[in-house]
């Protein structure tokens, strides 16, 4: 019995390594999340059942160990070493010029290098003796840090064995775990709204998650890996470079970044500053710059070291994500749902490339927590797509010079009275559409491009048909006249025209963009969809209750209430009679049973010929199928038409299935 129950565990888990391997490190997973879980589960109940059999190294082990109640100290085998910056075209020049002296190089010749981002996170030095990972360590002082073994196991990304023999008896992997943007915001604005800890950056983020002396704290937080160098190594590695070491290191298991690329000479790494630079934004996690490595191994000893940093690697460093400014004053802006947001103005600062003069703060409780007054010099953080936000206090203004924050009482825009519900981070204006602010917000999302996609009707225009009473909501904007447009501020003839097209075009739409569109609290695109699947029609949806709702994917208790309440308002029911008695109308949603791409997420790159990739995505959808923007571990099949470049690449790289327009059509006439 147990010897079969041994064989089943070790199946188990190698099984569940691979399907990480196969999600972390080559970004293409083979099986659907349930099918994980299922394994994982049957897994810790043989542990359960066969506590002879447990292993730290166990995949099981990555949800946490008892507490520690102190981080005990850790040598570094080898020391783990800073790295000199340079901050210029210039400097790196020098740079360059300088490894061509030692290496007595002809001036005209090029070195190869290995250009790779720089990961702003938290530097790890992880130790592998016969292939399972037996410490885990913090930089610290580079010659000894903190023993955080336990958190980094929770770490699904780190290999807890590596896989492919063979591999030294005995080595240390370098490299930094950090936070991905998304995992991020989505933690901070938990944070905000239940009163934990807010980080200001994903860097402290992640440092904070590692020091946890609970590891099932850590196991809750949203971090990652990248390898990048190998410290310590017993025997030899067998390998004639930088680059060949870090596909050794994939092969073992361990998730390289995929930016990382050879680069010849100087002109190429500066080229490759600028291409990386410009996705600086769009990579969904912090870099810091970028790390220049000399590729040839031979070379680099060669190059030796000096003091504490290689003379072989350099750091050209980004513009900061952050920079302190002056706080000028804090406007309320009203949200659509009410939502009163303060929104800092700050004496204009450039922060990684982008003027920014204005800055979210969040809520009330944010300007308590950063105890910030108007007239201090702030910390700004700019990221990613996400706006700027001020993280914190860099220096207070004098104090007759300073004027502290004042929430208000009432609701800026309609005075109504102002509540915030027990539990809640948000403080709202109870006007509802009484508040032109929520009116006009409401409005304005009806219109937007993922909502109603009425081009033309933008927020100038929202503002006067609002204030001169042409518009109460977004009912009226069906019945409105040419003449009346004409009149307006900048609107001519033609774009009045042209606006009421719109508005008329507007009224084919898809029942998950009305759903969408009405703007009921917290449901999104994605539960729009998911109501219009699950329920097929809009009545059936107007009088679900709330238990009913509860039935659709994604739908917990807080937004069944906010859908229920929304469809038990009288005046929201007769808008909605009334636009449907206008002409909005949609096709027949096929319900959620059976559709023949269920369950797939395809990705649609390049151009098309019989019909746009609108219209693809529209019929790929209603075939089941989910289409995403960008390729990625999730992605099941990509179809690219001519001129498909990075998406089409980044498919290839991964193995994902691509068709052709004629697969297209084939698979929209058939399934699959
Ligand atoms: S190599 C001997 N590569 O930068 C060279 N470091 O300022 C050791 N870092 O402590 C570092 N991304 O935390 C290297 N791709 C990368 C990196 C990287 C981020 C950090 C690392 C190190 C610091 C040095």
Redesign the pocket.
Known sequence: MTDQARNEVEQLRSQLEEHNYRYYVLDAPSIPDAEYDRLMRRLQELEAQHPDLQSPNSPSQRVGAPPLDHFATVQHRTP????DNAFSDEDLADFDRRLHDRLKLNPESAIDYVA????????VSLTYADGELITAST?GDGVSGEDITVNIRTLASVPLRLRQPPWPALMEV?G?VYMPQAGFERYNAQAREQGGKVFANPRNAAAGSLRQLDSRMTAQRPLAL?A??IGFVEGRLDCETHFAMLQRLKSWGFPV?AKVRQVRGLSACLDYYRALEAERDSLGYDIDGI?Y?VDNLQQQVQLGFVSR??RW?I?RKFPAQEQITRLLDVEFQVGRTGAITPVARLEPVQVAGVTVSNATLHNKDEIARLGIAIGDRVIVRRAGDVIPQVIGSAEPAADSLRQPIIFPSECPVCQSPLEQIEGEAAVRCTGGLICAAQRKESIWHFASRKAMDIDGLGEKLIDQLVDLGLVDNVADLYALQLEQLAGLERMAEKSATNLLQAIENSKQTTLPRFIYALGIREVGEATAKNLALHFGDLPPLMDASAEGLLAVPDVGPVVAAHIADFFANPGNRERVDRLIAQGIQWPAVQRAANLPLQGMTLVLTGSLESMTREEAAAKLEAMGAKVAGSVSAKTSLVIAGPGAGSKLAKAEALGIEVLDEPGLLRLLEQGL
């Open positions: 783990m070493l800073s790295l790779e981002p720089k990961l702003d996170g938290v530097a930089r370098r930094e990248y990048y160098a970044n790390v490595k940093a290689p690697a750091a």
